[in-house]
């Protein structure tokens, strides 16, 4: 069975949250296994977070916010664990995060990913799946391939249950990735992280700051359609269904989507899937 699911991140306005709201009950038509809050660095969305979590919970669809460690006291993120656990919120997806500004790893009481899962673990035991990340073309702060294998690894038997990669554009690197951790005895599910192609200069900026390669063949078509938004998106849609149709067929288990708060660009590459 494949399994959907969609990111969201919390708005800073009522106005916005009214329609991400509209934008949650668009999505929720296609029974999706969950809907994911992001969390800023050093925990600077937490009331937003969990507001966002506790409107998407009360529609009666299974949310997982996302929690980091780095800034956070294991005082504060215990208060967050016992909060979610009453709302009834069953999944989290466990992240280092961004380092906050003028701050290091030395000012965290945990400083992995790793150490989040095992905390959690310790504090909850089975009560929440977690999801951790997963980066096929490496996380851009690892200092090789090969370490950035071993930190997975490490994620996964601190007591991960499943996880979800990065976004990328390339399905080979998806396989490439799964084959090996495989090899290195990680049977968890793995689900592709699925960024939609809407805008070329945007997606640029962020692919290059967080290490998601943009094939060269995909950047200069991109490139060509300048302003021409509607051949960028049409452009954008076929490239992800493609490769998303590619990566089911590959075995992957399901499809999580970056929706960037809106329903019609992750919905069009799933329509072409069913």
Known sequence: MTTLSFEFFPTQTDEGTSKLLAVRDELAAFDPEFFSVTYGAGGSTRDRTFAMVEAIQQRGIAAAPHLSCVGDSTADLRDLLQRYQALGIKRIVTLRGDLPSGSG???????????????????????????????????????????????????????????????????????????????????????????????????????????????RWIRKQLEAYGDDSDSIVKFGEEVVTDMCRRLLDGGAPGLHFYTLNQAKPSLAVWKNLV
């Open 105 to 215: 790893l030395a000012s965290s009481e945990l400083r992995y990913a790793n150490e989040l899962v095992e905390f959690i673990r310790k504090e909850t035991g089975d009560h929440f799946t977690l999801e951790v990340a997963a980066y096929p073309e490496m996380h851009p702060q690892a200092s090789s391939f090969e370490k950035d294998l071993q930190n997975f690894v490490r994620k996964v038997k601190a007591g991960a249950d499943s996880a979800i990669t990065q976004y990328f554009f390339n399905a080979d690197s998806y396989f490439h990735f799964v084959d090996r951790v495989r090899a290195m005895g990680v049977d968890i599910p793995i689900i592709p992280g699925i960024m939609p192609i809407t805008n070329y200069s945007k997606l640029a900026r962020f692919s290059d700051s967080c290490g998601a390669e943009i094939p």
